[in-house]
């Protein structure tokens, strides 16, 4: 039965350590030191609570506009970490699985592989569907992919899986690990050779079904899943990342293409102030009409740009006051529940 099969983790050899089986004290060592709860409280990892895995494997911000992926990349593997850096683009850092191949003008940002998902024990003993699961067994693979009866456990499995198959197309060459290994992507102690034979038993060629949909897709614009979450998703002008940290730089950003508009107008009104001098503009019907209109919009348009900014501000402005103030109490309002005033 599939049911059965899906406890098997998709690779057996052992990237880290000699020992098949370790104990609970060595496996927890694996995950990270802490995770920020949905509270924004630290917490460490427990063997118990999958919260710790959901974290680092969280790709819901994707999965909410998964059917707009195609703007912002191609369906194909991302190409090695040579080609990044041929393209000029420096491997950033992150932890957040979200970010992973995300990239924008000379940066790449990738999160570099926790050491639990090169343990076969994390999937059989975290990532497989329990015994009362409902998901589809027979018929998994007719099943269309993120299906309702995917358990959390089946849904953490194909993304991780999809991470690592992301991986196998990052790491390709003995150049490519070695550019891994100096960019910490990969733990100290894993070697090429077994690199080479955990990507073969990934099985790379008929994964696709196995897979997070988030993952047929390689590198994805920034640029362009920051518009995609401007114009699908709520709250209304929140991008997917943040392109201005302080107010100065959203005035300059955007005061900067408007004085390129006023400069260019300016040329045009400049050059028609010196047709309407020669003989056949100034007699000229269509013309007239035309210097009309440009130059009404010439005196309209900065003003109404302007007052678009300063609304697109003060919205802004007022939307983070009231989240901020939200947050705060709902944050002191939990911590008080903690201490159980």
Known sequence: MEGQRSQLPPFAVQLLSADAQPDDE?????????YRTELDDIAPPNLDDIACVEKELDLRRLNKISDWLWVAGRPMPPRPLHHQLLLS???????????????TTGRIFLKPVPRFLLEPR??????SCRPDCLCSTDADEARPRGGARECTHRRLWKGALGFLFSYAALICHESDFLVARDKHLLPAEVAWPAWRTFVKQ?????????????FVYGELRLSRLNKIYLLSRRPFLRGYMSQWRQYGTFFQDNFAWLASAVVYVGIVLTAM?????????????????ASYGFTVFSIVGPLAATGLILFIFC???????????????????????RLGL
């Open 26 to 34: 060595h496996f927890l060592s694996l995950f990270p030191a802490s």
């Open 89 to 103: 683009r420096a491997i950033f850092v992150t932890e957040q699985m979200d970010m992973h191949l995300v990239w």
């Open 122 to 127: 994390f999937w059989t003993d975290c990532l």
């Open 202 to 214: 990934l099985d790379t060629e008929h994964i696709y079904q196995k897979i997070d949909g988030r």
């Open 273 to 289: 102030q010196v047709g309407l001098a020669t003989k056949s503009l100034a007699d000229n019907d269509a013309f007239q009409s």
């Open 315 to 337: 919205y802004m402005f007022v939307n983070n006051w009231v989240v901020t103030i939200a947050y705060k109490k709902r944050r002191f309002r939990n911590i008080e529940t």
